[in-house]
């Protein structure tokens, strides 16, 4: 045994505890296995979740681009605007 695993007690719906020990076994999954399955992916979401709120709060890390005034600029101002217009249905 993995000596960074420890044994634990929890308390479940009886009927609910039967239904998954069930699903386990039907998928050829020690319960265990599938319990450390759920709370990892449960813990990766809370994580991701984390990460995405502080960069939403966080400033860039790059200078703005200053738009020159060339024909080039101009052409893919107007056509990113286009396509605003496109995705926003105007």
Same mark, same amino acid.
């Given at each position: 045994?993995?000596?960074?695993?420890?044994?634990?007690?929890?308390?479940?719906?009886?009927?609910?505890?039967? +239904?998954? +020990?069930?699903?386990?076994?039907?998928?050829?999954?020690?319960?265990?296995? =599938?319990?450390?399955?759920?709370?990892?992916?449960?813990?990766?979401?809370?994580?991701?979740?984390?990460?995405?709120?502080?960069?939403?709060?966080?400033?860039?890390?790059?200078?703005?681009?200053?738009?020159?005034?060339?024909?080039?600029?101009? =052409?893919?101002?107007?056509?990113?605007?286009?396509?605003?217009? =496109?995705?926003?249905?105007?």
């Amino acid at each position: 045994m993995d000596m960074s695993k420890f044994k634990t007690n929890i308390y479940i719906d009886r009927k609910l505890w039967e +239904k998954f +020990k069930e699903y386990a076994r039907r998928r050829g999954i020690k319960v265990s296995h =599938l319990i450390e399955g759920l709370i990892k992916e449960v813990l990766v979401d809370d994580l991701l979740d984390d990460l995405i709120c502080e960069e939403r709060d966080a400033e860039p890390d790059f200078e703005p681009v200053i738009p020159r005034n060339d024909p080039v600029s101009d =052409l893919v101002r107007k056509m990113r605007n286009e396509r605003g217009d =496109l995705l926003s249905g105007h």
